[in-house]
């Protein structure tokens, strides 16, 4: 059974930060939940690339792109790649591209929306921070969970 943000809410408000209403959704799981990995960059996506690279063992990575909406930092073959390598999910705070072929893939995407231009590969961007976005501090090793409700953030996994 999958677990929902309202429950969370409901059981758990005291415990949790929740995002502000701002991402859509783009991949084709629509829940997802799982330990939080970081990357704080600005329309570059070479440490996004670096770290959906490793196993994800069900994670989910957060990036803080800063909310640029002048490119996109995950595509359909980084998202592949994510999928593949075991990641429960994406929090882009930033854009996407090649939306229909996201809906596809098997793991949970969410962004502030879509562009259809790619970002520099200049190897720039933090990865392991603590990032701020969406009225949320956010610490890698905290636990997301995220559906069609929202996106909420605990210090550790309440379920």
Same mark, same amino acid.
């Given at each position: 059974m999958a677990i929902k943000t309202t429950d969370l809410c409901d059981e758990h408000v005291e415990q949790l930060r929740i995002?502000?209403?701002?991402?859509?959704?783009?991949?084709?799981?629509? *829940?997802?939940?799982?330990?939080i990995e970081t990357v704080k960059t600005f329309e570059d996506n070479s440490r996004v =690339? %670096?770290?959906? %690279? !490793?196993? *994800? %063992?069900? =994670?989910?990575? +957060? +990036?803080?792109?800063?909310g640029s909406l002048r490119c996109a930092l995950?595509?359909?073959? /980084?998202?592949a790649k994510?999928?593949? @390598?075991? #990641?429960s999910g994406l929090l882009v705070y930033g854009c996407v591209r090649d939306a229909a072929d996201l809906a596809d893939l098997d793991i949970g995407i969410k962004a502030l929306n879509t562009h259809?231009? =790619?970002?520099? $590969? @200049? @190897?720039? *961007?933090? +990865?392991?921070v603590v990032v701020t976005l969406a009225g949320a !501090?956010? $610490?890698?090793? %905290? #636990? /997301?969970?995220?559906? =069609?409700? *929202?996106? +909420?953030?605990?210090?550790?996994?309440l379920v």
């Amino acid at each position: 059974m999958a677990i929902k943000t309202t429950d969370l809410c409901d059981e758990h408000v005291e415990q949790l930060r929740i995002l502000s209403p701002i991402f859509g959704d783009y991949g084709g799981r629509h *829940g997802f939940s799982g330990v939080i990995e970081t990357v704080k960059t600005f329309e570059d996506n070479s440490r996004v =690339r %670096e770290v959906l %690279e !490793t196993p *994800g %063992e069900g =994670r989910v990575l +957060v +990036v803080d792109g800063a909310g640029s909406l002048r490119c996109a930092l995950v595509g359909d073959q /980084l998202a592949a790649k994510a999928r593949d @390598n075991g #990641w429960s999910g994406l929090l882009v705070y930033g854009c996407v591209r090649d939306a229909a072929d996201l809906a596809d893939l098997d793991i949970g995407i969410k962004a502030l929306n879509t562009h259809p231009c =790619r970002s520099q $590969k @200049n @190897n720039a *961007g933090e +990865v392991g921070v603590v990032v701020t976005l969406a009225g949320a !501090t956010i $610490k890698p090793g %905290e #636990w /997301l969970c995220a559906d =069609r409700d *929202g996106i +909420v953030i605990a210090a550790e996994a309440l379920v």
